[in-house]
């Protein structure tokens, strides 16, 4: 018996160690990067002494700690009338939302990188790049397993389109559906959100491949209703994009007050689910 709870206080604490070890490089990205965030060792300090202190009464605490740590993660804890009244505000643009995410991660392209690129979210939440299509979110999966968030929002779609990978938006969207099916099975405790593709300008839908979005957001809005996946309609905050020409000089990318309405548009999702 001392044996095995000499056995349970290494791992664990050599779990919070990695956890140390994991915001020390985080922290340095994010210097490089030239973004603010809080400094979350000191919360990864609390957690090393509360083990170090309590697991020496009862083996089990730690055990206990680290499952209540996953609960508090996975629950939004609002009332309705709580959740309501958030919905309503942030409907009528009232409410920041950008302080409000909280253990997520944002794949996508270089529309996505956005979100960092203008510091409203940190670089270490946003995995997005120029050229990034749906197939990349392969490449990043030892680093989405180490960060385990609990939402997960996929934003790809103009360079899958304009690629010439997939004959069609239903070959397209049954992609999307293997590599989120891998998601689920890496990450059963995370949430994941297809983004329906933001739209581009009617100049640089004059390029083929690239007006396909529109029907390869479709296909893959028909295979998230039938396999039960989180779909996000960007269709409505689109809109406003195309009425206020948020785009840059391309067309394409887009300008830095689209991205108060998408991320508002991703919020929701979480509170409406």
């Not at 989405?144 to 609990?150: D, G, R, V």
């Not at 996929?154 to 293997?178: F, H, M, Q, R």
């Not at 905050?237 to 309405?261: M, Q, T, V």
């Amino acid at each position: 018996m001392k044996i095995i709870e000499t056995t349970i206080r290494k791992y664990y604490l050599s779990l919070i160690c990695g956890i140390l070890i994991s915001a020390a490089m985080f922290s340095a990205i994010e210097f490089i990067s030239m973004t603010d965030e809080p400094d979350i060792s000191s919360d990864c300090q609390a957690g090393l002494n509360y083990l170090s202190t309590a697991e020496k009464a009862d083996s089990s605490v730690a055990e206990d700690f680290f499952r209540d740590k996953i609960k508090d993660r996975l629950a939004l804890k609002k009332s309705n009338s709580e959740r309501e009244a958030l919905i309503n505000d942030i409907k009528n643009h009232n409410v920041d939302v950008f302080p409000l995410f909280k253990d997520y991660l944002i794949l996508g392209d270089s529309r996505a990188l956005g979100f960092s690129y203008f510091k409203f979210l940190s670089y270490s939440r946003v995995f997005a790049g120029g050229g990034d299509t749906i197939l990349k979110v392969r490449e990043h999966m030892d680093k989405i397993k180490s960060l385990a968030p609990t939402y997960i929002y996929l934003c790809y779609g103009l360079n899958d389109a304009g690629i010439g990978i997939w004959k069609t938006p239903e070959d397209y969207a049954n992609d999307v559906l293997s590599v989120i099916n891998e998601l689920r099975q890496a990450l059963p405790d995370s949430k994941i959100y297809y983004n329906s593709i933001i739209w581009i300008s009617d100049g640089a839908a004059s390029y083929a491949p690239w007006a396909q979005i529109y029907d390869y957001s479709a296909a893959c809005r028909i295979m998230c209703e039938q396999n039960g996946i989180h779909y996000i309609d960007n269709d409505e905050i689109c809109k406003l994009l195309r009425e206020n020409k948020w785009w840059s000089g391309d067309g394409i990318h887009l300008c830095e007050p689209f991205y108060k309405f998408w991320a508002e548009n991703l919020y929701l999702a979480i509170l409406e689910d």
